[in-house]
């Protein structure tokens, strides 16, 4: 069945920049588009952005627009997410997940990303 | 962006109680709604598409209805394993939206 793996925890600067990666396998990766979610300690689930892994389509959230970049590399089936700027608001876990149809079916496992000084 | 918001935003319940949550939009979204349901420390799970279609693998003690504007997700005998926070999503417009989640408790 569908499995993606994220990569590590970080921790960042303030106004640095961070990519995390989803390696998506049990599944022909450009068959289904991935979205990216997340959520701060302690709140509920934000959706940033969803993109085709075979074309240029992307949707973002207006809120992340110019800083989050969403990319994929066919050739490993891994998607990344880099988001730049990074404020303290910014910790949270973040999600990568499968978008079948209209509507996310399989997630990773969550990536945490500390924004400290 | 449309709104989502979901009822109650906790609620308690013993095992074996049938428990229902509602989550709203505010605008028309047809079917375009989601269910997920998240336990501490976890990703979330999707267990409902299409306002009223199970994922593969999701028991069917878990049911989803509505359409337009008004939805509802039905866990028909409570256990154990089913105390998470829900969450319902709308797919129908960019930005997708999510409710602000559901508490399900032990009483």
């Known amino acids: 069945q569908a499995q993606l793996v994220q990569s590590g925890a970080e921790v960042k600067r303030p106004g640095a920049s961070v990519r995390v990666s989803c390696k998506a396998s049990g599944y022909t990766f450009t068959s289904y588009a991935i979205s990216w979610v997340r959520q701060a300690p302690g709140q509920g689930l934000e959706w940033l952005g969803s993109m085709s892994t075979y074309s240029d389509t992307r949707n973002f959230a207006p809120r992340f627009h110019g800083r989050l970049t969403m990319s994929s590399d066919t050739s490993t089936s891994t998607a990344y997410m880099d988001l730049s700027s990074l404020r303290s608001d910014d910790t949270a876990v973040y999600y990568c997940a499968r978008v079948v149809g209209s509507s996310e079916d399989s997630w990773g496992q969550g990536t945490l990303i500390t924004v400290s000084s | 962006d449309i709104q989502m918001t979901q009822s109650p935003s906790s609620l308690s319940a013993s095992v074996g109680d049938r428990v229902t949550i509602t989550c709203r939009a505010s605008?028309?979204?047809?079917?375009?709604l989601a269910w997920f349901q998240q336990k501490p420390g976890k990703a979330p799970k999707s267990l409902i598409y299409d306002a009223s279609n199970l994922h593969s693998g999701v028991p069917s003690k878990f049911s989803g209805g509505g359409s337009g504007t008004d939805f509802t997700l039905t866990i028909s005998s409570l256990q154990p394993e089913d105390f998470a926070t829900y969450y319902c999503?709308?797919?129908?417009?960019?930005?997708?939206?999510f409710g602000g989640g559901t508490k399900v408790e032990i009483k």
């Open positions: 999503q709308q797919y129908s417009s960019f930005p997708l939206t």
């Open positions: 605008q028309v979204i047809s079917n375009h």
